[in-house]
């Protein structure tokens, strides 16, 4: 509930767009598909920018940006598949790999074991920066543009440690993409809770209550696994 009153609270500052660049969340117009057990949050369709960040003191794969679209294509066909077309999910991948300001040691903080949530924040802000203000010295209007009434949820492939979420961002760790055969379905659970999906296992003891996406399915390669029904009646009409 604290994340979805904080998302209202960021659609009110739209008249700031040089630090966050929020869509129109439809709320007036009909939708089938909306934000977890609140109907009236309406999400038109979700757009996934993708920047693959690496601290300076890390050398970014040349060959990052098809590994990267190989696992959003499955993450896309799985969302697909789940709602039957309900919602569209697209993603943009910004073109070149974003160098950071800083080393590793100042994005990651003391809770890596917890997948790294304190970078979020400021990848948030360097990149808000860099690549979404138009003063920025890695802007690209064509990677910011939105669609009407899209939910945009920044991902973070991050040369470094990471498995979490915030409000509307995300970031895994690019090793997910060269060491795993699960990326997508990291990408996709953590998408779930930047849409308010709780998860379904016990993060000191790793017991599961179910085995879907937000269970024990979310260590499975993606078209492996699924949504259970109960989550979905809590994200459609």
Do not use: C, W
Not at 160 to 172: M, P
């Amino acid at each position: 509930m604290k994340r979805l009153l904080f998302i209202l609270i960021l659609i009110g500052l739209l008249a700031v767009p040089t630090v966050l660049y929020l869509p129109d969340i439809l709320v007036k117009e009909p939708g089938n598909f909306h934000y977890y057990g609140a109907s009236a949050v309406r999400i038109q369709g979700i757009k996934l920018e993708v920047i693959y960040f690496a601290p300076n003191d890390q050398a970014p794969d040349p060959e990052f940006y098809e590994k990267i679209k190989n696992g959003l294509a499955q993450a896309q066909a799985f969302h697909s598949r789940e709602f039957q077309g309900l919602n569209p999910l697209r993603y943009s991948i910004y073109p070149a790999p974003v160098i950071g300001n800083e080393p590793s040691v100042f994005y990651e903080g003391d809770d890596t074991a917890r997948g790294n949530p304190g970078a979020i924040k400021k990848l948030v802000a360097e990149t808000g920066r860099r690549v979404y203000n138009p003063g920025g010295d890695l802007y690209d209007e064509k990677f910011a543009k939105r669609g009407a009434g899209e939910l945009p949820v920044r991902v973070f492939i991050y040369q470094g440690v990471g498995a979490s979420s915030g409000v509307l961002s995300i970031i895994a760790a690019y090793d997910y993409f060269t060491k795993t055969d699960y990326a997508p379905t990291v990408i996709y659970h953590e998408l779930m809770h930047t849409i308010g999906v709780p998860d379904a296992y016990d993060y000191d003891t790793n017991a599961s209550q179910s085995d879907d996406i937000m269970g024990s399915g979310r260590e499975k390669p993606i078209l492996g696994t699924y949504i259970r029904d109960e989550i979905k009646k809590k994200l459609t009409l």
